[in-house]
T-cell receptor, first 109, second 114 residues
Framework: GQQLNQSPQSMFIQEGEDVSMNCTSS?????WLWYKQDPGEGPVLLIA?????ELTSNGRLTAQFGITRKDSFLNISASIPSDVGIYFC?????????FGQGTRLTINP | EAGVAQSPRYKIIEKRQSVAFWCNPI?????LYWYQQILGQGPKLLIQ????????DSQLPKDRFSAERLKGVDSTLKIQPAKLEDSAVYLC????????????FGPGTRLTVT
């Protein structure tokens, strides 16, 4: 089946630092998404990527869709406490979401 | 606009017991999903409804799990009998239609089977 592998699995950073996380897939997806899950809540859509090579920003978040359509990265600049949570890369295919295992971000104030 | 509502938020049962979860999607959303999220993993789709019809239940363990969406609005997911490996967070999500990748998730029900 389709699998998305995220790295790192967890990150511990200081407030104000920049963050970078990656995702690779065994399959090609035409749309890549990044969702965030706050503790005790369901995932929320952050960014959507449609074209290979596309670079998209949403505030302090920047994401890129890999040229091969099998990878993506997410960067967060100048992290703040509310950035804490689990970040999922998600492939959209056959009208279904396929989630990676997530990158857990912890921020020390 | 009200979000996706789920109840209960937490449930602890013994193995072989039964349990039911309830979901109320965002008003006007035709597509409803149930996901299972095991600790340390991403959500995995169990079943997808379009209005009150099942679109995909290929990952639903049908010998013990069942779900329905009467009248195309609220939905219930049932487990009977529960096993230890069913311990997880059960997330309900909804979207405008099955072509939309933006799904709105509820807070989930955390199930512990002892």
């Amino acid at each position: 089946g389709q699998q998305l592998n995220q790295s790192p699995q967890s990150m511990f950073i200081q407030e104000g630092e920049d963050v970078s996380m990656n995702c690779t897939s065994s399959s090609i997806f035409n749309t890549w998404l990044w969702y965030k899950q706050d503790p005790g809540e369901g995932p929320v859509l952050l960014i959507a990527l449609y074209k290979a090579g596309e670079l998209t920003s949403n505030g302090r978040l920047t994401a890129q869709f890999g040229i091969t359509r099998k990878d993506s990265f997410l960067n967060i600049s100048a992290s703040i406490p509310s950035d804490v949570g689990i970040y999922f890369c998600v492939g959209w295919g056959a009208q279904k979401l396929v989630f990676g295992q997530g990158t857990r971000l912890t921020i020390n104030p | 606009e009200a979000g996706v509502a789920q109840s209960p938020r937490y449930k602890i049962i013994e193995k072989r017991q039964s349990v039911a979860f309830w979901c109320n999607p965002i008003s006007g959303h035709a597509t409803l999903y149930w996901y299972q999220q095991i600790l340390g993993q991403g959500p995995k789709l169990l079943i997808q409804f379009q209005n009150n019809g099942v679109v995909d239940d290929s990952q639903l363990p049908k010998d013990r799990f069942s779900a329905e969406r009467l009248k195309g609005v609220d939905s219930t997911l049932k487990i009977q009998p529960a096993k230890l490996e069913d311990s997880a967070v059960y997330l309900c999500a909804s979207s405008l239609d099955f072509l939309s990748y933006e799904q709105y998730f509820g807070p989930g029900t955390r199930l512990t089977v002892t």
